[in-house]
């Protein structure tokens, strides 16, 4: 498996929303504007990635060592849970515009299944640590494109006349199916 | 007063068609009816025990550091059950796969004990506890029959249509997940304003 083929099939064959279903709260709760959920995707590019980095280590050279890898669950969230305080303390005293364009989305990121569902998954596949960030990064950058061609239809949705009781979550969900749908098209590009 | 406690997850504040927490197991592993069942028992039982612990445990945890605390506490149950799983039941295991270490991060659970377990006492939350998984169990169960029976023509891995028959392929595939979801959600909608629940 070369860099190539797991960048495409993070970023578009297995698409981590509208394939694997992961981080769907955060893909229904803040595709409302295309300027928020470009905040919110490059929160969890940075998130993701250092995550992965993190838990890489953490599994690889504490948890095999010492045979407890039945502890994965739990450290993983606690690692994931204290990075995104981390990121974000640091983040206000380096660089307040960064933190200024960020700051709200951090602590959402928490609670996003995608994040522990990444590095539960990179910990399953047999991938060095360079090709882990880059797997972590790319499904990042997947999400973050799932997020605003979502963003971009509920935009152009909000001036059409959608029926009374489909409007909020069910439009959005029958939209986001259409989207898996038009992704599964890639389902062949990469063996 | 407590059978309030306990039929309000199962229809008026159903977790997962009206408040709309949790939807990632539900879209991800809904592909059969069995596989729905097996999800919303397993976290039923971490909904349970996780709302127990929080009701118990209220007073001894400081109120900063809560949810670092509710999230050990549910993450433990949910090791508890990967492991029971993974020994009694490997084929829905297999079939479940990440999903069973991810519901430490579905909201319901968190939801829960912070909304709910750590300001009642102990029966409140038990019976809380039962009733949102009961009803979190029910409406895996429901998308996962629909769609079973649309994509596979089976219910519960009985099959009722020809081996060789044409089924709707796409509903078990991930499109059909949000598709028949979303119907799902519209329906409770309109149900809701007929009954005016």
């Given amino acids: 498996m070369d860099y190539i083929n797991i960048i495409i099939l993070a970023i578009v064959v297995n698409n981590v929303v509208l394939m694997q279903f992961l981080g769907i709260c955060p893909f229904l709760g803040v595709s409302g504007k295309i300027a928020t959920s470009v905040g919110m995707g490059g929160a969890v590019v940075f998130v993701m990635t250092l995550a992965n980095l993190v838990t890489y280590l953490i599994f690889n050279f504490i948890l095999i060592p010492l045979n407890i890898t039945f502890m994965q669950t739990i450290t993983f969230i606690l690692v994931i849970a204290s990075l995104v305080q981390i990121v974000e303390i640091i983040l206000k005293k380096v660089s307040p515009s960064l933190y200024q364009a960020l700051g709200i989305y951090l602590p959402l990121i928490t609670t996003n299944c995608a994040v522990l569902g990444i590095a539960l998954l990179a910990s399953k596949k047999d991938l060095n640590l360079i090709m882990s960030v880059v797997y972590a990064a790319s499904t990042a950058v997947g999400f973050t494109i799932a997020l605003v061609l979502m963003a971009g239809i509920r935009e152009q949705m909000q001036i059409t006349g959608v029926p009374e009781r489909m409007k909020g979550f069910p439009i959005s969900l029958i939209t986001a199916g259409l989207l898996s749908l038009a992704f599964m098209g890639f389902s062949g590009l990469v063996k | ?118 300001k009642n006492r102990l029966l409140p939350s038990v019976l809380d506890g039962i009733g949102m998984g009961i009803g ?49 959600i519209a329906i409770t909608n309109i149900l809701k304003k007929k009954f005016n629940i």
Avoid: W
């Fill in chain 2, 1 to 118: 007063m407590s059978l309030k406690h306990f039929t309000n997850g199962l229809l008026r504040e159903n977790p997962l068609f009206v408040m709309v927490l949790g939807c990632c197991p539900a879209l991800a592993v809904t592909s059969s009816a069995t596989n729905g069942l097996g999800m919303g028992l397993a976290t039923t039982f971490v909904l349970l025990s996780s709302n127990t612990l929080v009701a118990l445990l209220k007073n001894l945890i400081p109120d900063k550091v809560r949810i670092p605390c509710f999230i050990v506490v549910i993450a433990t149950f949910v090791t508890i059950t990967d492991m029971v799983m993974q020994a009694f039941t490997p084929d829905l295991y297999k079939a479940l796969g990440i999903f069973i270490p991810l519901i430490v991060v579905n909201c319901v659970i968190l939801g829960r004990a912070e909304a709910f377990a750590q």
């Fill in chain 2, 136 to 184: 979190f169990t029910m409406a895996l169960t429901l998308l996962g029959s629909i769609r079973e029976i649309l994509g596979n023509g089976s219910l519960f891995d009985i099959k009722f249509v020809a081996a060789d028959a044409k089924t709707v392929l796409l509903f078990i595939l991930a499109p059909g997940a949000f598709i028949t979801f979303g119907f799902l």
